[in-house]
């Protein structure tokens, strides 16, 4: 366990019972994780959730007051940002101004007193492979954003480093520019086999680029998990609302079988698969619904079962495009769907009569107790 | 292409000219505004580049009333003969007859520095040689004495051509030179230190950066003089052969007087940068040392070269340092006050004026157009929470080597005021006394101060919050030239000012010399640009939406100032009362060419009594003017908290 990550690839990083406060802030709260070579970890939640510090405690500009930090085996805990083998792409990619694009790419090879014929043919190794041949003599600010973030990235990679730290890296792009970068982002891990670990607050950017997300939320880790297996079942309310749109039908557990088990909630039953967890008559449980997974017809559609049918109407429908984003009011419930290619299924106008069909991917959480 | 910028040029120009036209009421406000700063600033600054181009000659006007009726008479048997005896007198340079219907006169011009009374006299002794033969046409004789001023470049070619006065102007560019070099050295020191290394310096920094505004600017110079002067303690301790008059003094002197300016603005470079760059250069593997040399220095460097062009402006245009400890060494600054008051010299004040000026013009440029947006601070992106990181020792010792002797000085030199202030007569009789406290003229001098700090301080922000008002939120046309010239009486040295008020208002239609308003006047323009600068960045931080706001509630345009901008910008106002008050009460370079007896300020006091040698009473009188000063602040912030007004 100690060597191997959970899936089984050998371990680059290891976090130990790391905790960092800032006065009476929790900013890190006994945080113990272990990253797999090779892999690109997004650490994502909300702005104040602790991400950005962990990240630089692993860079080493913050220093964690308990916990320690192993790279590739070695402790580094204590050890100075300039002498870790790591390297961070900066959220505003802090180029320095003064130095032309090339200069910026050979700095870290400079600092480490590489022969100056070593250090050119590198930086235009690196230029080549961000695709920004021919641009070395310019200054920083001569570039697009999205050129900047690429010197961004090759002066990071400048450095071989065992593990690549993002911070945040596309937040200053515009959207378009931001999803491109971030496939190239993705191609350039992929072919170079990089360990990367990715920090950002955007959930679709998250859930688009990792191998893995690390969800957190004020200090601590709430699940660790691949981007379906948290999309799909996360473990609590905060993450299932965190990666995306989501109904909640809170409920009551009347009848179980081995492989199923019937949700009463309002008047509907709702026929799901039995969770992982122990579960009794009489469990207080919430369906966990996106909305792209509930279905929507007609009221006057016979529908044959009552089993996972709720009748509503439709307060307010929203053309976004790609999607119908519907919100129905059904009984005490207020229920999202997102109908997708809404011109080939049709619209529901405001004020209609519709009935709700949830069949598919219903996730099953306890009922917190507040 | 040029062309079509010109004519956008002028297209913009004129629809400013038309949309202000519209406006009555903000042309009215401009139009005062405007004719004050010609009169005040612009004015008294022309007329110092006009009195360099002239000289002056003495001149002897002698005229004679005659009973002879036709003029061509008068000439044969009056004016030729005078003209023939008086054209053989010795130093003079021309002479000239006028007359007509029984006045006429003869204008004896002498070369330019002859005495006047010895041309009077030799004049009446020439006549008296002809006397009988003139007499029985002429019925009276009367002689007046006079100046004439003709235009010239004549007071330059003076100045190359006589080593007194050309090694004044580079004795003062060597020291500017020299000072500004060691204050951003040590400035940057200070800063670095301060913000990078233990916090226990931070809290001792910052006293020493700010304590210096409420103090004379001289007083170092004075302290010096306790300490290395020909009586000081340090040279009779140890008996040293010389003294630290002179070039060591005065730079000295200078450098702990701006070291706080130098450390304030280099500090808030340093600060502005953040440490995004910092962390990147180390993640990036760079030492500590190679941070400071090859990022930080690097990204400081445009903001660190315009707190030098400061300091230079500063130390070229200082005035009292120079004054109390330069020796024999002669500087711009202060010589233009001497050839002023010991040789009446107006000519050559204002040649020293425009050489004073012209380095401080240069410096000007080149921060206008060649720093100005070449400052780096960070871009984007919030600041990131960053421990502060452990100063490698291979950086803290130096530095911690280079401020210590400074700091020490600066500590000794508020000690010996005190010690200065409480002893007799230093190093002759070291006993106790708080006679020099007891001072009539220096209270009177301190109650002169306080009246017209106060005054020029309620004058300043009024005007100076009104205009940066125009200048940010309204349409004028050639907005940068009254920006201009506006700026131009805080950038322009304070001898500049002091010289030209002195040429500008002594004579009609404006003659305001001698009189305790004049010398209001002069601070209140000297430092307009303080309350200019605090009224705009407090607009620039106001949305124009709130007035819009106020507009579209049907406020007009004085109403929509008076009850919605002004209460924002009051803190202006109050941050340019309290800024031109303090720098009013330790006023010295441009007021004393315009002070009155019974009209002296408390900090011209103080230099006259050290330069007499009663550095006791300078001392004694210096720490009465700091109290005054930090009570006077004390009283206002307390007033501020009570009427919630935000003032610091």
Redo the contacts between chains.
């Keep these: 366990m100690r060597d191997m990550a959970d899936n089984g690839s050998p371990i680059i990083l290891e976090l130990q019972n790391i905790t960092k406060r800032?006065g009476d802030l929790m900013a890190v709260n006994n945080i113990s994780y272990a990253l797999a070579r090779g892999k690109l970890v997004t650490f994502v939640g909300p702005s104040g959730c602790g991400k950005?510090?962990l990240l630089?405690i692993v860079?080493?500009?913050?220093?964690p007051d308990e916990g320690r930090v192993i790279l590739d085996g070695e402790d580094i805990t204590r050890i100075?940002?300039?002498?870790r083998d790591?390297?961070?792409v900066?959220?505003?990619y802090?180029?320095?101004?003064?130095m032309t694009v090339a200069r910026n790419i050979g700095?870290?090879l400079q600092?480490?007193k590489k022969p100056k014929n070593e250090v050119k043919n590198e930086v235009e190794r690196l230029l080549d492979l961000v695709q920004l041949s021919g641009l070395g003599e310019r200054k920083p600010h001569e570039l697009s954003g999205g050129q900047q973030q690429r010197v961004a990235l090759a002066?990071?990679l400048?450095?071989h480093p065992k593990i690549l730290l993002l911070d945040e890296p596309l937040s200053?792009l515009d959207a378009n520019l931001r999803v491109m970068m971030r496939t190239e982002i993705r191609k350039l891990q992929r072919r170079l086999d990089l360990s990367i670990i990715f920090v950002t607050h955007d959930q679709e950017e998250a859930m688009s680029i990792s191998d893995l997300l690390v969800v957190m939320d004020q200090g601590v880790v709430k699940q660790v998990g691949s981007p379906t297996e948290v999309y799909e079942q996360p473990v609590d309310d905060f993450v299932a609302n965190f990666v995306g749109h989501i109904n909640f039908f809170p409920g009551e557990v009347t009848a179980f079988g081995r492989e199923e088990l019937i949700l009463k909630i309002d008047q509907v039953d709702l026929k799901v698969q039995r969770p992982a967890f122990e579960v009794a008559p009489g469990d207080r449980l919430k369906a966990v619904v996106r909305p792209e997974s509930i279905d929507i017809v007609d009221a006057q559609t016979s529908t044959g079962a009552d089993q996972n049918v709720m009748e509503g109407q439709i307060e307010v429908a929203m053309y976004i495009g790609s999607v119908m984003r519907y919100t129905i009011t059904a009984g005490d419930q207020t229920v999202y769907v997102d109908e997708s290619d809404p011109q080939y299924q049709g619209i529901f106008q405001e004020g209609k009569a519709v009935k709700l069909i949830l069949k598919k991917r219903i996730h099953l959480l306890k009922v917190q107790e507040a | 292409m040029r062309g079509f910028f010109r004519n956008r040029y002028l297209q913009n120009s004129a629809d400013d000219i038309r949309h202000f036209m519209r406006n009555p009421g903000l042309m009215a406000v401009t139009a005062v505004l405007l004719v004050l700063i010609l009169i005040f600033i612009v004015y008294p600054i022309g007329s110092v580049l006009i009195k360099s181009f002239s000289v002056s000659y003495p001149t002897v006007t002698l005229r004679y009333e005659t009973s002879v009726a036709a003029s061509a008479d008068v000439d044969r048997l009056v004016t030729h003969p005078l003209l023939g005896v008086l054209k053989n007198l010795q130093g003079l340079e021309s002479a000239r007859a006028t007359g007509k219907s029984g006045s006429f006169a003869i204008h004896l011009r002498f070369q330019r520095d002859w005495d006047d009374l010895k041309g009077l006299n030799d004049t009446k002794r020439s006549i008296s040689a002809i006397q009988g033969q003139v007499d029985p046409h002429v019925r009276k004789f009367t002689y007046r004495l006079g100046k004439e001023s003709v235009n010239s470049i004549a007071s330059y070619r003076d100045f190359f051509s006589n080593s007194y006065y050309y090694r004044a102007l580079r004795n003062s560019i060597v020291l500017a030179l020299v000072s500004t070099a060691l204050v951003t050295f040590f400035a940057f020191c200070f800063a670095y230190l301060g913000l990078k290394g233990p916090d226990f310096l931070k809290g001792a920094l910052r006293v020493m950066g700010l304590i210096p505004l409420i103090a004379p600017p001289f007083i170092f110079a004075l302290a010096l003089i306790l300490i290395g002067g020909r009586m000081g303690i340090f040279t009779k301790l140890l008996h040293l052969p010389f003294n630290i008059y002179g070039w060591p003094g005065v730079i000295t002197a200078q450098v702990i007087t701006f070291l706080p300016l130098g450390y304030l603005m280099i500090e808030n470079v340093l600060r502005s940068l953040g440490t995004?760059?910092e962390?990147?250069?180390?993640?990036?593997?760079?030492?500590d040392v190679?941070i400071l040399f090859k990022?930080t220095i690097?990204?400081a460097a445009p903001g660190i070269l315009k707190a030098g062009l400061l300091v230079f402006l500063m130390s070229i245009a200082d005035f009292g340092n120079p004054m109390l400890i330069g020796g024999g060494v002669s500087f711009l600054a202060t010589d233009a006050y001497f050839l002023w008051m010991s040789e009446n010299n107006l000519e050559m004040a204002a040649v020293f004026c425009v050489f004073l000026v012209l380095p401080s013009m240069i410096m000007f440029m080149i921060h206008e157009y060649i720093l100005k947006g070449r400052v780096?601070t960070?871009?984007?992106?919030k600041p990131?929470?960053?421990?502060k990181?452990r100063m490698s020792p291979k950086i803290f010792y130096p530095m911690l080597a280079i401020v210590t002797p400074l700091s020490i000085m600066i500590v000794l030199c508020f000690g010996m005021i005190f010690i200065g202030a409480f002893t007799k007569i230093l190093m002759v009789d070291n006993s106790f006394t708080l006679e020099h406290f007891q001072s009539s003229n220096g209270f009177y001098s301190l109650v002169t101060s306080l009246k017209f700090a106060f005054s020029a301080a309620l004058i300043a922000p009024i005007i100076g919050v009104t205009l940066s008002y125009i200048l940010v939120r309204k349409r004028i046309p050639f907005k940068r030239i009254l920006e201009f010239t506006a700026l131009l009486g805080f950038a322009v040295p304070g001898t500049v000012m002091g010289v030209g008020y002195i040429i500008a208002f002594n004579a009609p239609p404006l003659k305001l010399t001698g009189t305790f308003i004049i010398m209001i006047i002069n601070e209140a323009f000297r430092n307009l640009s303080v309350s200019l600068e605090a009224g705009s960045s407090k607009l620039h931080q106001i949305d124009v939406a709130i007035e819009e706001a106020a507009v579209d509630m049907g406020a007009g345009a004085f109403a929509t100032f008076s009850q919605v901008v002004l209460p924002l910008i009051s803190s202006a106002l109050v941050a340019g009362f309290v800024y031109t008050f303090m720098v009013g009460m330790i006023a010295v370079s441009a007021v004393i060419f315009l002070i009155t007896p019974g009209n002296n300020l408390a900090s011209l006091y103080i230099l006259a009594v050290a330069e007499e040698g009663f550095l006791g009473m300078a001392c004694a009188i210096s720490i009465m003017l700091i109290v005054v000063v930090a009570a006077s602040l004390g009283t206002l912030k307390v007033i501020s908290k009570y009427t919630k007004t935000e003032v610091f």
């Design positions: 800032f950005t510090t630089r860079s080493g500009f913050i220093e100075r940002p300039n002498a790591t390297a961070m900066f959220q505003n802090a180029l320095f101004p003064h700095f870290g600092m480490m002066r990071a400048s450095l200053n | 995004n760059l962390d990147a250069a180390s993640d990036m593997r760079a030492s190679d990022i690097p990204l780096y960070t871009i984007g992106g990131q929470q960053s421990e990181r």
